[in-house]
């Protein structure tokens, strides 16, 4: 069975930084692509960043181009998003999920709990 465990979320002011991890078990990360996602209240949920397995080619929204970095290793079984110049804008519930194929789409099989990440002063 596939469970993903996300850390790291919290309160931070405008302007910090915090880094979200996903571990994954019951999967080897190596063949699947890995997705990160938001959702503020109110709002639907979005597709922030993904990296595949194949080539770890990486995808963005466009609101958090240039801020969010998002990486893997392997070798941890575990995902991490490197969020960086925050804005309140990014105030979300941010989930993990993991896609059974290489590249990243669409759909995503397996997802975590998620976690609260507040931007304020």
Excluded: H
Excluded at 2 to 25: M, T, W
Excluded at 62 to 77: E, L, P, Q, Y
Excluded at 89 to 108: F, K, P
């Amino acid at each position: 069975q596939v469970q993903l465990v996300e850390s790291g979320g919290g309160l931070v002011q405008p302007g910090g930084s915090l880094r979200l991890s996903c571990a994954v078990s019951g999967a080897t990360l190596d063949y699947y692509a890995i997705g990160w996602f938001r959702q503020a209240p109110g709002k639907e949920r979005e597709g922030v960043s993904c990296i595949s397995s194949t080539d770890d080619k990486t995808y963005y929204a466009d609101s958090v181009k240039g801020r969010f970095t998002i990486s893997r290793d392997n070798a941890k079984n575990t995902v991490y998003l490197q969020m960086n110049s925050l804005k309140p804008e990014d105030t979300a519930v941010y989930y993990c999920a993991v896609r059974l194929g290489q590249l990243c789409g669409d759909r995503y099989d397996y997802w975590d709990q998620g976690t609260q990440v507040t931007v304020s002063s």
